[in-house]
């Protein structure tokens, strides 16, 4: 028996802010402009996303700083400026 396979992926979320934190995510809400609340919750998480591959790719680069200094010191080529 085949099993259809969805590409539509999904997840639900319901969350009630209540206090302290419902008066945060209003003041988020009035700080971006937005009217509706899961636009604030789609506009943060593309936020943090962009962040994540941001900080990511600082990481590969500096692992590959770090691999072309170590190549250097390997091969004698590398003078330390001290």
């Known amino acids: 028996m085949l099993q259809k396979v969805s ?8 969350i009630d802010f209540e206090d302290a934190e419902a008066d945060k995510f ?3 809400k009035q ?4 009217k509706q609340n899961t636009e604030v919750i789609r506009s ?3 936020e943090k996303f ?3 591959q941001l900080h990511e ?5 500096q ?6 200094a170590m ?4 091969k004698g080529e590398y003078k330390c400026p001290m």
């Open 7 to 14: 590409s539509i992926k999904k997840v639900p979320i319901r």
């Open 26 to 28: 209003k003041t988020v």
């Open 31 to 34: 700080f971006m402009g937005l």
């Open 44 to 46: 943060l998480l593309t």
């Open 50 to 52: 962009h962040e994540i």
């Open 57 to 61: 790719q600082r990481r590969r680069a």
């Open 63 to 68: 692992l590959e700083k770090e691999a072309k």
């Open 71 to 74: 190549d250097w010191l390997e």
